[in-house]
DNA sequence: TAGATTGTTAATCGATTAACAATC
DNA sequence: TAGATTGTTAATCGATTAACAATC
């Protein structure tokens, strides 16, 4: 199958595909079947075979999928293969936290520039990152040729925030705060919000003793 | 409509709405229409018309919808109207930012307990907890009615950490380690890997300069 | 009464899964 | 060749949206 508009459903299982793939090449396992991706991340072989075959034909049949190859091309679909810059706006536990991924995002993807606006964070060091006004956002950000944005900052600063990335040509935002941001149409944007995700796993525990089944 | 299985989109929604119409309580906004939610949060009025109504008559034709009657109602199916205690293993960066979330969270949910293996960690205060070694953590779940745990520890641990939250009697678990966990279909996990997050928003830039189009 | 807005049914749209011919 | 597994079509399932009678 060729190229269509891909599903954002389809997109969120791409990196979770190549996070078990790079698993399997640490462990110098050659190749893989649809059958055994599908055991190992839970989800149906058909759909993962129909989700790698939007980007083209990557398997063989009646072998699997060459695991080096499959990495080559997830990463080249996720644009992993260049190095993506990104910025972080808000010096606060979460924010310092998640500076510490660099590590983990390895050369691919690499938070490059760290911004507060409150007056005593800036010049403070994070990892090797110093701390920046807000002022300098917009220069930073074109001079690294930064292409995404992560939002760390309390809920009612983060919309300005969302402006001020936008208005300095950012293409994508991590949003953190618990808000709906209002962007443009052309500004991807994530809602990683810890608490929606807490209260929504509220939902799916067992009744609590002083409570009744409302299946009113 | 009454009661069927609620799919899992629907009960993602209900904390979006219920942050929402907190907003408008402290605005002192009485009544909202399902347009106005949808209009703020981005969503078809009649999707918003159509969750709410599984669970029960909320809203007044021609008028709409009561706020703080709206906002028991949610709370209650989200089982946010008790008292929910959540502990949290692994008390690096990630996990001591989410700890600072407890007044987010206000009385509904609280993470009342921090646990790590480290030795070092372990008798470290993280605001008004004390950091306790894993041994302890079947009891203090059990004491404290703990019901939900988060996992802030490296990948390689998750899974063993997933274990023991499991066995000492945890019902659901959000999971920020980079890994699947493998769990019994009792148990509800939601998977809060940032890393995931940043990689499928990299897929919508837009190309590179050294990139051409892969429509192939 | 006229206008607004719900709850719900029916229509649409999209995503997942099953099935299987092609082929390694 | 026999067995395995892909890529893809068709079938199914589920979620979103439109439309509208009921009613405040």
Known sequence: MKSDKISEAVVRRLPVYLRFLNDLQK?????????????????????????????????????????PYLI???????KLDQQINVVLVGAGNLGQ???NYNIYLKDTMKITAVFDSYPPKIGT??????VQPMEELASTVREQGIRIGIITVPEQEAQKVA??????????????????????PEIRVHAADFTTDLQSLAYYLHEGKDE???GY
Chains 1, 2 share one sequence.
């Open 27 to 67: 462990r110098e396992i050659a190749t893989v079947s649809s059958q055994e991706l599908g055991q190992r991340l839970d989800l149906n072989p058909a759909q993962i075979r129909k989700d790698l075959a939007y980007f083209g034909d990557f398997g063989r049949k009646g072998i699997g999928y060459d695991v």
């Open 72 to 78: 080559e091309k997830i990463r080249h679909i996720l």
């Open 97 to 99: 936290a998640l500076s």
């Open 125 to 130: 060091k994070i990892n090797t990152l110093t």
């Open 163 to 184: 402006d001020i990335l936008i208005g300095a040509g950012i293409e994508a935002i991590l949003n953190f705060a618990p808000v709906i941001l209002k962007t443009p």
């Open 212 to 214: 009744e089944e409302h």
